[in-house]
């Protein structure tokens, strides 16, 4: 039962070094490769305002689990690189909204091409089969956080 454990602990922590080699290597290669000049934590915000619309800070910040002077310094730099604007909700002018530009569209369907052609990359040396596994495996390491 020793030797289980033992065991189960050393291919916990084998894995844990690999996914974070790997981690580092994919984000590295996906920093490097962006022709866009949008960081990862850009690309995201700007995802969230395309797909669901001008959003407050606030907003962004719980779907970002990230803090609202995170968000805020995020949003600066995407508003003076024009990727980003400030509009007042028209229900309530007192609420500032975030709203993604054409700029930012155009930008952000640039990374995530060059994003979606790296991802390819880095998969190709995998079989169908072990894409499947990993989708299951990763399916169920989610459902196991939630």
Do not use: W
């Amino acid at each position: 039962m020793q030797e289980e454990t033992n065991m189960h602990t050393r291919l916990l922590e084998e894995l844990e070094e690999i996914f974070r080699v790997l981690s580092r290597k994919i984000n590295s290669n996906l920093h490097k490769n962006t022709e866009s000049g949008l960081t990862g934590s850009q690309a995201l915000l700007l995802e969230i305002l395309e797909t669901q619309g001008p959003k407050r800070v606030s907003d962004l910040a719980n779907e970002l689990n990230i803090t609202l002077p995170s968000v805020t310094g995020l949003s600066d730099r995407l508003i003076a690189g024009g990727y980003v604007e400030r509009k007042r909700s028209e229900k309530d002018r007192r609420i500032v909204l975030l709203e993604i530009t054409e700029k930012g569209r155009e930008t952000l369907q640039k990374a995530q091409l060059i994003r979606k052609e790296l991802m390819k990359k880095f998969y190709e040396c995998l079989s169908a089969q072990d894409i499947e596994d990993l989708i299951r495996i990763y399916s169920k390491m989610l459902a196991n956080i939630r």
